[in-house]
């Protein structure tokens, strides 16, 4: 499993694995599965409702924790104590002992006491690493003008037609790792049938999947793709396995639109 190190040396796989939308009903055997392909990293967040779910696959995985890199993000939080009490939730629903990396979720409440508590937990040794998500320049910006601890990651939507270019360097230049949420677009704006990927996809013996992931993580950005079918999170995974030449980055680059899929952040 490839990894990339966090500004606190830290070690993260650079592909992991989403649980946005899963039903909890759905998820512990989704992330057994994904377990099961090889995945070591797996991504939740409270409002997401799977929390519990997440940790008890993990558990029952019989993969040592230290070898785990789990991922959760705050949602509601409004300041810094209800923030304490937020992560004591997190840590009780998952119980995995400790998180490897805490985001907040979006830039709503008082971001910077919610970041305080949050470093308040990583020096006492409940978080591995502390970071954001949906975190814009300005909103990015400003936090890291306040805290003590410079985001360890920002988890934004980024895909071939949304590719943060501005942002990626404001974080490379601050030591943040990007993150992407949403790396395939959901399958949304054809990408599935886009013509260049399509034949990418032909030259390299890939899926458009593998060619849309192996760019995003040839340029150091994480990826945390969802599926509920086994032989595409093997996919997913081996999209790691080839290099994508020069030119052909260079024409997928020119598939941004700069603009959401979305319509959120």
């Not at 994904?34 to 779910?53: F, H, K, M, P, V």
């Not at 040794?125 to 814009?136: E, Q, T």
């Not at 590719?163 to 360097?169: A, D, I, P």
Request: aromatic residues 8%; hydrophobic residues 35%.
């Amino acid at each position: 499993m490839k990894t990339t190190i966090l500004n606190n040396g830290v070690s993260m796989p650079v592909v992991g694995y989403g649980t946005y939308q899963t039903p909890p009903r759905l998820t512990e055997a989704c992330v057994a599965a994904a377990l099961s392909a090889g995945y070591l990293s797996i991504d939740t967040a409270q409002c997401y409702g799977n929390e519990r779910e997440v940790g008890l696959a993990c558990r029952r995985s019989g993969i040592a924790r230290e070898r785990l890199f789990i991922t959760t993000k705050l949602w509601g939080c409004r300041g810094y104590s209800d923030t304490l009490r937020s992560i004591d939730a997190s840590l009780n629903a998952l119980d995995l002992g400790y998180i490897d990396l805490l985001l907040i979720h979006e830039p709503s409440g008082d971001t910077h006491e919610i970041y305080r508590a949050m470093e308040t937990a990583y020096g006492k040794g409940l978080l591995r690493a502390i970071g954001v998500s949906n975190f814009l320049e300005e909103r990015y910006l400003d936090l890291t003008r306040h805290c003590t601890v410079i985001p360890a990651v920002n988890q934004v939507e980024t895909h071939v037609f949304r590719q943060q270019k501005k942002l990626r360097e404001l974080e490379q230049q601050l030591g943040t790792i990007h993150e992407s949420w949403s790396p395939l677009a959901c399958g949304r704006h054809g990408i599935h049938q886009q013509p260049e990927l399509l034949d990418m996809a032909a030259q390299y013996e890939k899926t458009v999947a593998q060619i849309a992931l192996r760019f995003l993580t040839q340029q150091g950005i994480v990826v945390i793709p969802k599926s509920t079918d086994p032989r595409h999170m093997r996919e997913n995974l081996d999209s790691l396995n080839f290099d994508l030449s020069t030119e052909d980055m260079q024409t997928i680059e020119g598939l941004d639109e700069g603009r959401s899929l979305f319509g959120w952040w």
